[in-house]
């Protein structure tokens, strides 16, 4: 079994509409990201979170929202979906005792906004 | 500001070895990644480097010069599977990783 997952892998939607991804993940780690890829751009941070109770804007948060459940859950939230949220998604993790603090991806959603 | 450079595609045949470049400014440094990502797929994680010099691990090496902001990727032996995009990421002050676009490697046969 994978130890990163994201659901759903695929969505299409419609402008305006509230979407949830939702990554959960069984390594037992502390941190959890989200970023997006498009292409010919390197990833970029949406936010991130340290432990339960920490949230943090990272690099393009302006659109989106994250819930952190508990430690192995971490959903990216879209208010009000634009086309230009059309992209693909990755939750990611790391380990707070790892010294290199190493990112494990999730196999990633393709999110499509019409 | 912050930036990381690598060459957008680069290309090269069964057998061979290629060496891929990265080159990076962050504010504070804590270490130099390369992910493999195939298409559509997530990054794998490949190598990390904080110090100086190089870390081999099979049929890929990973480069650091932190004084020049350098790293190299170096693939030997290259199998068709190797078709993939490799991106370079720079950890700042702040452990965030910097990413670079990934260089796209076409290996032919």
């Known amino acids: 079994d994978a130890d990163v997952t994201q659901t759903p892998r695929n969505r299409i939607t419609k402008t305006g509409k509230r979407i949830m991804l939702e990554c959960s993940q069984t390594k037992g780690h502390d941190r959890m990201y989200w970023y997006r890829q498009d292409p010919g751009l390197g990833l970029r941070l949406i936010y991130y979170s340290f432990d339960v109770k920490d949230i943090n804007k990272g690099e393009i948060s302006d659109g989106y929202s994250v819930s952190r459940q508990a430690q192995a859950k971490f959903s990216l939230s879209l208010e009000s979906a634009i086309p230009n949220q059309t992209a693909l998604y990755f939750c990611?993790?790391?380990?707070?005792?790892?010294?290199?603090?190493?990112?494990?991806f999730g196999p990633g959603t393709r999110l499509t906004v019409l | 500001g912050q930036n990381i450079d690598q060459p957008t595609e680069m290309t090269a045949t069964e057998g061979a070895i290629v060496q891929i470049n990265c080159t990076y400014q962050?504010?504070?440094?804590?270490?130099l990644f390369w992910y493999q990502q195939h298409a559509g797929e997530a990054p794998t994680f490949l190598s990390y480097?904080?110090l100086d010099g190089l870390e081999e691990k099979g049929r890929f090496s990973s480069f650091l010069s932190r004084s020049k902001g350098y790293s190299y990727l170096l693939l030997k032996e290259l199998q068709m599977k190797d078709s993939a995009s490799y991106l370079c990421a720079s950890m700042d002050s702040n452990y965030q990783l910097i990413w670079g676009a990934g260089t796209k490697l076409i290996i032919k046969p």
């Open positions: 990611a993790t790391s380990d707070l005792g790892d010294s290199t603090d190493t990112q494990y």
């Open positions: 480097n904080v």
């Open positions: 962050t504010s504070g440094f804590n270490g």
